[in-house]
């Protein structure tokens, strides 16, 4: 009896161990964690200054997942003065050896008539005036970061593992993020991104997280920005996953051309 008790004791503890989670493990299936072909969306932003006063805008968003490489396109739709504006993403995979690659992307402004290529040293810049970055519309390679478990918490009913990205380069203009990472989706649940100074300068809050035809999509998201008290909402109003979306939208032609809308 006291030799079963035991054996159960030790299968018990075994699985714990296997249950546990690395850092690194944990970063890699919150990435992986929506391997959709495609996606079409609306999405609603709303930029908010320190006195109160909004601005809105809506813009059309796609994805195409083609072989390794996520491609994704933004184009503004409204108000008149962004009308337009569109951002092209190519995102590559790691390398064998773990490094990351640069993504390739380029913004193109109607007014100017001219497509202007984004480097890598400027992924960290606020996108068109709201407080996400271009690194955060894409798909942040793992490579760029290193990481680390702070801790478990609750966060509005989800536990969440608490992880740490820390940019390896030391010039990157967040040195670091903090992700709130459900333990049942591997979806972000709350965020906080670190200047240079290793100051707090961006909180994230995240609502509504649901399954939309078997992929998790969270709804609304809001980034604060605690040193300037400038905030952006940023809220799907519809969103299709795995319908067929026009591969030549994912072309820097088709900036220029106009013909993403």
């Excluded at 030799?3 to 850092?23: H, P």
């Excluded at 964690?33 to 006195?51: F, G, R």
């Excluded at 193109?108 to 497509?115: A, F, G, R, W």
């Excluded at 894409?138 to 536990?159: H, I, M, Q």
């Amino acid at each position: 009896m006291k030799k079963s008790i035991c054996i159960t004791a030790v299968l018990f503890a075994t699985a714990g161990l296997l249950a546990a989670q690395s850092a690194e493990e944990i970063a890699k299936k919150a990435y992986d964690v929506n391997q959709e072909k495609t996606s079409s969306s609306t999405i609603s932003i709303t930029l908010i200054d320190k006195a109160g006063k909004t601005r809105t805008r809506e813009l059309a968003s796609y994805t195409m997942k083609d072989g390794s490489t996520d491609k994704s396109v933004i184009v503004f739709r409204t108000p008149k003065d962004v009308q337009g504006v569109s951002y092209l993403s190519f995102d590559y995979p790691d390398k064998a050896d773990g490094t990351s690659t640069d993504s390739d992307s380029w913004l193109y402004l109607p007014s100017m008539k001219k497509v202007r290529r984004i480097s890598g040293s400027n992924r960290d810049d606020d996108f068109q005036g709201t407080d996400f970055t271009y690194d955060d519309l894409g798909n942040r390679s793992l490579g760029k970061d290193t990481f680390a478990l702070l801790g478990e918490e609750n966060v509005n009913g989800n536990d969440c593992w608490i992880l740490e990205y820390k940019a390896k380069d030391p010039k990157a203009k967040i040195s670091r993020r903090v992700m709130w990472i459900g333990k049942a989706n591997y979806m972000c649940y709350k965020g906080e991104y670190y200047d240079r100074q290793n100051n707090l300068q961006k909180t994230l809050t995240t609502e509504n997280t649901v399954q939309v035809s078997g992929y998790w999509t969270t709804y609304k998201m809001t980034m604060t920005n605690v040193q300037t008290n400038h905030v952006t909402n940023y809220e799907i109003k519809e969103i299709t996953y795995d319908k067929n979306v026009d591969a030549n939208y994912f072309t820097v032609s088709a900036l220029e051309r106009e013909i993403v809308k």
